[in-house]
């Protein structure tokens, strides 16, 4: 299995992604034609399928790369608290399945759900913000001349600015319905503030990835980033904009088409992280081949 | 009696390589001569005898077809032996661009630039490219760690697979 998982190309998760894409959306017609909705929407529960099985290809992952990574303290931190990340994130989408009304009527609509729902996506996020840390700290530290500049400064002022006016402006949040369970409002809450640290992390990230020139390490970071300006940028239109669509609102078939697919993009950038060695590997060793096969012809 | 040949002269009469109307003239010395005559006659009985004699050494060792393809196929092999015993040295430069070449796809141009200069200036020398033959394993050792800093041990390995390939 663990073979497998680090067999996947970048293209192998393209298709993955373009596949469960479809299956939400046939999902998403027969919820609205067939399906009974006191059973919960239906193309939540192939969300929750893909979520599970994309942050658990990026645990395996992120896991392995971090046990690469034995004389770099920080990057190994940093992998490690993403795999701890993907591995919170299984958890949390295995108990957001709405099929769990099938075995207990009303679960998904309970402040039970609500908890186990937005508790361990502010673990993971913690996780996610840490890893980052890490991440951009390990770079800036190796003495390699990697540095932000002045107005990488500028745009991570200028995202807590956006998250201090989205704090005070914004509206209810979703989990204000479960007033008697308060530590989920403040666990939204906290989501919200650690996805904010989370995008201006991704501003030092997204320095570091283009002083790097390309490669497939920036490449990784760059998907990192999407991924988190991505879902940021979710969680902040709902909170400004649209309050009321996700997971209210079904009708709202572009957001949650695009929040269905943005666990693929952190799997992506372990992906292509996985993959510099294995490329690596490939690589000396087709040039050894060429090497040999040319002694061989010059001594014929 | 005229002696004024010089061995110069001799020995273009000797292989035939004197002018017609010098040898024609100096014939007839050695005709009218005794003591040239006499050493033109041993001359010639030598170089019979040598003639003879390598003959009879070159005949002393025949060589069939398969006996010749062997012993070439034994001389080339003794000379790849020895160029793989002769380190191939390929320049600096050249190095540097095989390194480049392997990194730029990993971690990218800027960070492997950055990788190289640590590198250089960790092994006590200015720049990659001002780095002497001598400090080329210790060079490659500072960029293999700052590689598996930066990308991991497996990578790490590879870059300094590559580099000992590359020299």
């Given at each position: 299995m663990i073979n497998a998982i680090t067999r996947l190309t970048p293209r192998v998760i393209a298709y993955v992604t373009i596949g469960f894409a479809a299956c939400w959306v046939i999902c998403r017609l027969i919820s609205d034609?067939?399906?009974?909705p006191n059973w919960g929407p239906l193309e939540v529960a192939i969300f929750v399928i893909e979520g599970v099985i994309a942050y658990g290809i990026a645990m395996v992952l992120c896991f392995q790369i971090a046990a690469e990574?034995?004389?770099?303290y920080w990057l190994r931190v940093a992998w490690l608290c993403l795999a701890v990340k993907s591995g919170v994130a299984v958890v949390r989408y295995a108990l957001d399945d709405p099929m769990i009304n099938l075995i207990r009527p009303g679960y998904y609509e309970s402040p039970w759900s609500g908890l186990a729902r937005e508790l361990p996506m502010a673990v993971a996020l913690s996780f996610l913000v840490a890893g980052m840390l890490a991440m951009a700290y390990g770079f800036l530290q190796m003495g390699l001349g990697f540095k932000l500049e002045r107005r990488d400064w500028a745009a991570i002022a200028g995202v807590i600015a956006v998250l201090i006016a989205v704090i005070y402006f914004?509206?209810?949040?979703?989990?204000?319905?479960?007033?008697?369970?308060?530590l989920v409002l403040q666990a939204q809450i906290a989501i919200q503030i650690l996805f904010a640290v989370a995008a201006a992390i991704s501003i030092i990230l997204y320095r570091l990835s283009l002083q790097m020139g390309g490669g497939q390490l920036a490449l990784a970071m760059r998907s990192l980033i999407v991924y988190i300006v991505l879902r940021s940028m979710l969680v902040f239109v709902s909170m400004?904009?649209?309050?009321?669509?996700?997971?209210?609102?079904?009708?709202n078939f572009v957001t949650m088409f695009v929040y269905q697919a943005t666990p693929w993009l952190f799997t992506l950038a372990a992906v292509y992280r996985f993959q510099l060695a294995s490329n690596a590997t490939r690589h000396v060793a087709a040039w050894r081949v060429r090497e040999l096969s040319a002694k061989r012809v010059g001594i014929s | 009696m005229n002696h004024k040949y010089s061995w110069h002269h001799w020995v273009d009469y000797l292989e035939g390589a004197l002018p017609e109307e010098q040898r024609a003239e100096m014939e007839e010395h050695l005709r009218a001569c005794e003591e040239c005559g006499h050493l033109r006659n041993n001359v010639i009985a030598v170089e019979n005898k040598l003639q003879l004699a390598g003959k009879r050494l070159r005949n002393s060792f025949p060589l069939n077809q398969d006996r010749t393809r062997q012993a070439v196929e034994s001389c080339i092999e003794s000379i790849s032996k020895t160029d793989a015993a002769v380190p191939n040295s390929t320049s600096m430069l050249d190095r540097l661009t095989t390194l480049r070449a392997f990194m730029t796809p990993l971690c990218g141009s800027g960070t492997v630039t950055r990788a190289l200069r640590a590198a250089a200036q960790r092994t006590a020398v200015p720049s990659p490219e001002a780095l002497p033959e001598v400090l080329w394993p210790d060079f490659m050792e500072n960029l293999s760690a700052i590689t598996g800093v930066l990308c991991g041990d497996p990578a790490a390995v590879l870059v300094a697979e590559v580099g000992r390939l590359a020299s």
């Open positions: 034609f067939v399906w009974h990574y034995r004389h770099s914004r509206q209810d949040l979703s989990a204000a319905r479960w007033k008697s369970m308060p400004i904009l649209l309050p009321s669509l996700f997971r209210v609102d079904r009708e | -």
